[in-house]
Nanobody, 118 residues
Framework: QVQLVEAGGGLVQPGGSLRLSCVAS????????MGWYRQAPGKQRELVAG???????NYADSVKGRFTISRDNAKNTVYLQMNSLKPEDTAVYYC????????????WGQGTQVTVSS
């Protein structure tokens, strides 16, 4: 089995920064694509940023220029650096990963709350 554990969420003022991390552990041979999603109250879950095994990235238009996704393959970890945070960024942020191991599958983390408020 594979587990994804997020960390780094919290309360931050508008204009501030947070860095989220997600560590994949368990029966892992290779972690392929990884991504960050978010779900705000009353809204559907949306892709914030994704990164392939080769390091290619993509971002939602709403976060381009403010957020940066990166990964450390040796640590099976993906990061989301969030700068210039806005109240509209308030949401539960979820890590997602495609993992090749003893089983093949797509996995979700439990989510971490990000609240942007003064």
């Amino acid at each position: 089995q594979v587990q994804l554990v997020e960390a780094g969420g919290g309360l931050v003022q508008p204009g501030g920064s947070l860095r989220l991390s997600c560590v994949a552990s368990g029966s892992i041979f290779r972690v392929n694509a990884m991504g960050w999603y978010r779900q705000a109250p009353g809204k559907q879950r949306e892709l914030v940023a994704g990164i392939t095994s080769g390091g290619s990235t993509n971002y939602a238009d709403s976060v381009k220029g403010r957020f940066t996704i990166s990964r450390d393959n040796a640590k099976n970890t993906v990061y989301l650096q969030m700068n210039s945070l806005k109240p509209e960024d308030t949401a539960v942020y979820y890590c997602n990963a495609d993992v090749l191991g003893y089983v093949v599958g797509n996995y979700w983390g439990q989510g971490t709350q990000v609240t942007v408020s003064s």
